[in-house]
């Protein structure tokens, strides 16, 4: 049983449209983020949450936003969608804010293409 | 620039052959990670090093964590097609509260 889950796995969106990405966990963590991986550039930092309705900004945050109402779920927006924001997106949970004992818990990605 | 720099980025070699990936910073980090990730799927940690000249073994994968806390090594011996994958360090800044990846390694073993 897979204690993250992500959906969809794959989506084509139109440029300017607004796309939700969906992520759920049943481990209970506290801490859940988003990332993005593009070739290059590695692992980056969207947003990330530390609880229910708390959340704050990571590194490329710009056009995107989220939201977490449970402690289960935690949503990605992209307002509207632009061909930079083409990405494989990841959700992680941890327990503690830094992951340096239990690491972080990757779900399986969101392959996003904006035409 | 990124805060940790992997090297090489891309590595080719056949079964049985052994291999090196490093991690490389100029800031001390109070633990770092090693994660490897296989097409089409998250990344899965594999192991956490938190001590200055600390070794860790798993199987055949040894991991090192720097003296001065600057750097670490993974470490594979009679690779196998099985450890294709891309391998990712993280770590956490001694002074900071957030994991950086570095830009990764991608391995590939062939048969």
């Known amino acids: 049983d897979a204690g993250i889950t992500q959906s969809p796995r794959h989506k084509v969106t139109e440029t300017g449209t607004p796309v939700t990405l969906r992520c759920h966990q049943t481990e209970n963590h506290r801490y859940m983020y988003w990332y993005r991986q593009d070739p290059g550039h590695g692992l980056r930092l969207i947003h990330y949450?530390?609880?229910?309705?708390?959340?704050d900004k990571g590194e490329v945050s710009d056009g995107y936003s989220v939201s977490r109402s449970k402690t289960e779920d935690f949503l990605l927006t992209l307002e509207s969608a632009t061909s930079s924001q083409t990405s494989v997106y990841f959700c992680?949970?941890?327990?503690?804010?830094?992951?340096?004992?239990?690491?972080?818990?990757f779900g399986s990605g969101t392959r996003l293409t904006v035409v | 620039t990124q805060l940790l720099e992997q090297s090489p980025q891309f590595l080719s070699i056949q079964e049985g052959e052994n291999l090196t990936v490093y991690c490389n910073s100029s800031s001390v980090f109070s633990s770092l990670q090693w994660y490897r990730q296989e097409p089409g799927e998250g990344p899965v940690l594999l192991v956490t090093v938190v001590t200055g000249g600390e070794v860790k073994k798993l199987k055949r994968l040894t991991f090192q964590f720097g003296d001065a806390r600057k750097d670490s090594s993974l470490h594979i011996t009679a690779a196998q097609p099985g450890d294709t994958g891309l391998y990712l360090c993280?770590?956490?800044?001694?002074?900071?509260?957030?994991?950086?990846f570095g830009g990764g390694t991608r391995v590939l073993v062939k048969p």
């Open positions: 949450s530390y609880g229910v309705k708390d959340t």
């Open positions: 993280a770590g956490v800044e001694a002074a900071g509260n957030k994991l950086t």
């Open positions: 992680a949970i941890s327990e503690s804010r830094t992951g340096a004992i239990d690491g972080y818990t």
